[in-house]
């Protein structure tokens, strides 16, 4: 989305913590009016009052992502509040681990629910505002490494993350041919320093990342271009098939 980010509207889920909590600090930093969403509430609210505190404009709401009445609403509210909305984030995200074939179907249920259907009731609400507001927008789905090579274990999550990135393209293409101005990044972090990694990097720096990303229109941003080698080598592998003739 080209042009300036202050006095936008924008919605992030999954923003009490983390990757999440971080673009929402940013954005505020820069001058968006921000709503920030979670299953946790209480903790939605006390960030955005963190927000406010430091100048910015920021409202917390309770969103279950895996809802999709819950979407619907909060993307209603989120215009009410800061409209239209311009910018939305579809972050939060939930992993589960084990062997594929021992993983409980409940287990692969709510990471599907939240990390692909999150997406999709996040799609569905707000870029049909975006689209009728007529003033462009940009959203970005926050992927993962997983989106692009696959990890044991993690079965599920990776399932999610590869969907991700199918989605994100084709709404891409198709926002570009109905002439919407509406942009689409997909962001695919490595370790991020949250709560629940201590390791990797700090979560500002994927924020930067991803206001750079919006301002430039750019479709795709990893986090950490030293892993794009084994993005290169998986596709390589997949690309190699043996000549049947030989």
Known sequence: MRGELAGRGAAVTGAASGIGLAIATRFSELGLRVVLADIDGDGAERAAQQLRTAGGEAHGVVVDVAD?????????????????????????????????????????????????WGVVHGIRAFVPRMIEAGAGGHVVNIGSMASVVPHAGLSPYVASKHAVLGISDALRAELAANGSGVGVTLVMPGRVRTGMVPEGAPAADVAEMVVAAIGDDRPYVFTDPTRIAEVEARFARILQVDDPAT
Do not use: K, Y
């Open 68 to 116: 999709a009445e819950s979407v619907d609403a909060f993307a209603a509210h989120a215009d009410e509040l800061v409209g239209p909305v311009q910018v939305l984030v579809n972050n939060a995200g939930v992993v589960t681990g084990g062997p594929t074939w021992e993983i409980p179907l409940s287990e692969w249920h709510r990471v599907i629910d939240v990390n692909l």
